[in-house]
Nanobody
Framework: QVQLVESGGGLAQPGGSLRLSCAASGFTFSSATMKWYRQAPGKERELVATITSAGRITNYANSVKDRFTITRDNFKSTVYLQMNSRKPEDTAVYYC??????WGRGTQVTVSS
């Protein structure tokens, strides 16, 4: 079955860098568009970034554009989210998604001084 396992979250100070990873299995990863969403306490889920199957096209939410970068390694069936210049408002649970219905369990990112 489809499995998505996120990792790399934690507590960090504003302004630093962090990389999230999502290890995927149970489907043809190299053919799938992958997405990262996030959900902050009391807020709706937000689509953060999308990357197409070969990694040629990426899209970002305005709130993270020029700070976050989504990449993928199709040999490792893993998608990444590089978070630079973090802000307190980046605090959220970050989810890896494939298709409309498959979500990982998420990884908590907390940005606080």
């Amino acid at each position: 079955q489809v499995q998505l396992v996120e990792s790399g979250g934690g507590l960090a100070q504003p302004g630093g860098s962090l990389r999230l990873s999502c290890a995927a299995s149970g489907f043809t990863f190299s053919s799938a568009t992958m997405k990262w969403y996030r959900q902050a306490p009391g807020k709706e889920r937000e689509l953060v970034a999308t990357i197409t199957s070969a990694g040629r096209i990426t899209n970002y939410a305005n709130s993270v554009k020029d700070r976050f970068t989504i990449t993928r390694d199709n040999f490792k069936s893993t998608v990444y989210l590089q978070m630079n210049s973090r802000k307190p408002e980046d605090t959220a649970v970050y989810y890896c998604i494939v298709g409309p219905e498959y979500w990982g369990r998420g990884t908590q990112v907390t940005v606080s001084s």
